[in-house]
């Protein structure tokens, strides 16, 4: 996060959380084993962000984000 500085690249990331927000199921379920988390990925071509993600035991979501704005 110390990274994104410029208003643009952190309402291009706030909008892509909001959609894993709402629905943490919306992106695509990466390859894994089972010792692994199960990573879903998430691209928002308008904004040019890419979001990697997982839901936690407790239903939390931990991001990673790329944002290439």
Partial sequence: ME?????PELHALDRALVVISV????????PGGPASPR?????DT?????????MSSLGTVVVVAYVEV
């Fill in 46 to 54: 308008v904004e040019r962000v890419r979001l990697l993600y997982w």
């Fill in 3 to 7: 990274a994104i500085t410029s208003e």
């Fill in 39 to 43: 990573l879903r990925e998430y691209t």
């Fill in 23 to 30: 629905d943490p199921e919306v992106g695509e379920l990466l």
